[in-house]
Structures are given as structure tokens and as C-alpha cells.
């Protein structure tokens, strides 16, 4: 059984920053591409972050030069660390794992930026 279990949200103030950390189970994890997703009330779920295998990453343009994502291989972890958060980050942010033909989510982890 697949899962995509999340960690690390919670309520920060602006400028502040956390980690958010997913552990996957249940897949065979260096072949697949790792990401993060946000959704924020009344807004269409978007991509965050994602990080290939071999550690490429990919960052949604409002988040370049803040969010940084990394992942342990060994240990089936993805992390993302967000520095200088805004009130606009605040969301439900979700763990994808894109094998190309199958894909999987997190149940997800509410990020609260606010003072």
C-alpha cells in the first residue's frame, strides 16, 4: 500500500520559516519524481516544488529564492524547506509522487502564515 505521509505545517508568522517533511512508503522511491502542492481556500491546487531522482528541481515562480526542496533517497523522504513566508503561502500543502504512468498524494498538512 502506497503512502505519502506529511509533516512539519503549522501556524508561523510572516517572515518566519518550517520544514515540511513527507515520507513515502509502499513505492520504489528513486523512480519517481517528488514534489509538493499547494492549495489555498478558494484557489485551484498548484505546484510548488518538485525534485527529479536524480535531484533536479523545479520551483513556481513565487517561491524561487525562499522554498527549497531536497530529498534523502535512502531514508524515502522529501523535504521542503520554507524561509521568508508570506501570508499569500498559507495553504494546505500536499505531497506528490509522479512515476510518470502513476501518481500518488498526500492527505496533506495546513501551512498557516499569519500574525
Known amino acids: 500500500q502506497v503512502q505519502l505521509v506529511e509533516s512539519g505545517g503549522g501556524l508561523v508568522q510572516p517572515g518566519g520559516s518550517l520544514r515540511l517533511s513527507c515520507a513515502a512508503s509502499?513505492?520504489?522511491?528513486?523512480?519517481?519524481?517528488m514534489g509538493w502542492y499547494r492549495q489555498a481556500p478558494g484557489k485551484q491546487r498548484e505546484l510548488v516544488a518538485d525534485?527529479?531522482?536524480?535531484?533536479?528541481?523545479n520551483y513556481a515562480d513565487s517561491v524561487k529564492g525562499r522554498f527549497i526542496i531536497s530529498r534523502d533517497n535512502a531514508k524515502k523522504m522529501v523535504y521542503l524547506q520554507m524561509n521568508s513566508l508570506k501570508p499569500e503561502d498559507t495553504a494546505v500543502y500536499y505531497c506528490y509522487a509522479n512515476g510518470g504512468i502513476l501518481d500518488y498524494w498526500g492527505k496533506g498538512t495546513l501551512v498557516t502564515v499569519s500574525s
Open positions: 509502499g513505492i520504489i522511491f528513486t523512480f519517481y519524481t
Open positions: 525534485i527529479s531522482s536524480g535531484g533536479r528541481t
